[in-house]
């Protein structure tokens, strides 16, 4: 699961040389630490690579709650999902992200030598703004220890077959992700002396 992820000022500078037509200041989108609903930029388009703001999590008609992951397992199976993994592809760019071990400390997670990880989205439209959600799928090693699932990691090479290939996005939702890093954010303090 993927329940929150941050983006930092790195990030930005680096989404600038992929998309150069954005103009962040009209972006009204979360920086720091992204949380479900909030806004967030995406990476999306056919022709080429654009931004577009969107608000994490799909909300359904006819089902409470917010949907923020979709498992890559069964996207294709979804009544809630099927569409948009078909139509409405997108990449989720950030810094890195969130888990929390069985202790509930807070780990972060990156790419080694890189400013961004880019996650696999899908989108859907409503009536007041567009939506998105992040696929998960089984951990890799550098996960595994700290949580049961993990964001679907996309390299930067596989953005554009990502969004814009059914064929090529069908074929990355079995891919392993790359090996990520990982820091401990803080210790757990004991008000115990022994």
């Known amino acids: ?8 000022d790195e990030m930005w500078r680096e989404i600038k040389k992929i998309c150069k037509q954005i103009d962040d200041s009209k972006l009204k989108v979360t920086r720091g630490d992204v949380r479900p609903t909030d806004m967030a930029v995406v990476l999306m388009g056919m022709k080429e690579v654009r931004t577009e703001q969107m608000q994490w999590g799909f909300t359904q008609q006819y089902q409470e709650g917010l949907l923020i992951n979709a498992r890559a397992e069964t996207v294709l199976s979804k009544p809630s999902f099927r569409d948009s993994m078909r139509h409405c592809r997108c990449v989720i760019p950030a810094a890195g992200f969130y888990e929390w071990n069985k202790a509930k400390e807070q780990v972060s997670f990156r790419m080694p030598q890189s400013k961004i990880l880019y996650m696999a989205g899908i989108w859907q439209p409503t009536a007041k703004e567009k939506q998105f959600t992040i ?29 814009q290939s059914f064929d090529a996005a069908e074929k990355l939702l079995t891919k392993t ?4 890093e990982h820091k401990q954010e803080y210790e757990q303090l004991s008000l115990f002396i022994i």
């Open 135 to 163: 696929l998960t799928t089984s951990p890799n090693d550098s996960v595994s220890p700290v949580h049961d699932r993990m964001p679907l990691v996309l390299t930067s090479e596989e953005i554009i077959p990502w969004i």
């Open 177 to 180: 992700p790359p090996f990520l």
């Open 1 to 8: 699961m993927c329940g929150r992820y941050f983006v930092d």
